[in-house]
């Protein structure tokens, strides 16, 4: 349009406007119509721009005449206002394309987000589950301080503790751990939890427990699963029944000799043989002072930032250095000790501890 007016009001003359640097809007002008983002939009004014040059072109060469060595000049500019028109559409095209996969991405992005959102809530819904599956408050057990704590490694955790007063006065202490961590582990430590409440008010002793709990947990189980436990059968007067299937170590510190004995795992871990029998039981005589400490290997496996392991020695060194506490300030400087040496290492395994202390 700007073109017909100079060519048809310009005192230059017909031709000298088809040549004039006010030519140089035209393209501009096209180029600027790819920010529509209408590929067709461009192509069009690319064939109307080119094709309306070309006919001021031969109109302005009727008129006035004009040399034929100029005449392919003129129509070059035509093809130059095609071109750049292709070019602006195939910019629209490229930038519409862009937008809608950015769009798409987002759009994606956003969908992963409410599903991750959702995977969150569901999650810390089962661990609201599981951490109200641990006991609330200590065993109504006389002369014997208990403490204990559970921190998973993830949301969820596969390991657990328990304890539960029996009929004849006795309490029954369980700590357990199942392979991996996470919501699979959390779901079976929940069914071995349920089991072990079931059994062990009708059981006979402590291998009878073990040998119940066993037998039920093993259908259950897959082949690539199975639980560690230890269980302490502990009676008012400091006798203590202490049984293993798989599950170790566990410490004892003796007050009388200021030493921490160490007891390894017995026996394979549930969920492995249906009718395994787990003996021997370890009988213990606790007197005033004498603190079991029932763990997790997330306790021994803390890394430092080099990798090393915080490992059994350190573990049973801590224990003695501050075993003359009470069995909460005993728990916390352990955790304490394992946490320093951990610095800013992540916690790769579920840690999960019982203190009995005797009184």
């Not at 602006?88 to 769009?103: E, N, P, Q």
């Not at 890394?303 to 573990?315: A, D, N």
Request: with cysteine; hydrophobic share 45%.
């Amino acid at each position: 349009m700007l073109l017909i007016i100079l060519q048809l009001f310009s005192p230059a003359g017909p031709l000298e406007t088809i040549s004039a640097p006010s030519l140089l809007l035209v393209p501009l002008s096209m180029m600027l119509s790819a920010l529509r983002l209408r590929p067709r939009l461009s192509l069009a004014l690319a064939v109307a721009a080119g094709a309306g040059h070309w006919a001021l072109t031969f109109r302005a060469t009727a008129l006035e005449g004009t040399d034929s060595a100029h005449f392919p000049k003129y129509l070059g500019y035509g093809i130059l206002l095609l071109s750049t028109g292709i070019a602006a559409s195939a910019l629209a095209h490229l930038m519409r394309r862009m937008i809608r996969d950015a769009v798409r991405e987002a759009e994606a992005a956003e969908r992963s987000a409410r599903s991750l959102g959702l995977i969150e809530r569901e999650l810390d819904i089962a661990r609201t589950i599981q951490e109200g599956l641990l006991p609330k408050t200590a065993p109504a057990t006389q002369n014997y301080q208990v403490a204990a704590f559970a921190r998973p490694a993830a949301q969820t955790g596969g390991d657990f503790y328990d304890w539960q007063m029996l009929p004849d006065g006795r309490c029954v202490f369980a700590i357990a751990d199942v392979t991996g961590h996470g919501i699979g582990p959390a779901l079976v430590m929940a069914v071995c939890r349920a089991y072990s409440r079931a059994v062990a008010p009708g059981a006979n002793g402590a291998s009878d427990v073990l040998e119940r709990i066993n037998h039920l947990i093993t259908a259950d189980m897959s082949d690539s699963r199975f639980i560690t436990m230890a269980i302490a059968l502990a009676s008012p007067d400091g006798r203590v029944d202490l049984l293993s299937a798989g599950h170790g170590p566990t410490f004892l510190y003796k007050a009388r000799s200021a030493q921490v004995e160490r007891f390894d795992s017995d026996g394979v871990p549930l969920g492995v043989i249906e009718d395994e029998q787990y003996r021997p039981i370890r009988h213990l005589a606790l007197e005033p002072g004498d603190t079991l400490v029932m763990l997790t290997d997330g306790f021994m496996e803390r890394r430092s930032p080099t990798g090393e392991l915080f490992g059994i020695p350190r573990l049973s060194a801590a224990i003695a250095r501050h075993a003359t506490a009470d069995a909460q300030t005993l728990l916390r400087a352990i955790d304490d000790e394992t946490s320093r040496f951990a610095a800013s290492s992540p916690q790769d395994d579920d840690m999960t501890a019982v203190v009995l202390r005797y009184a």
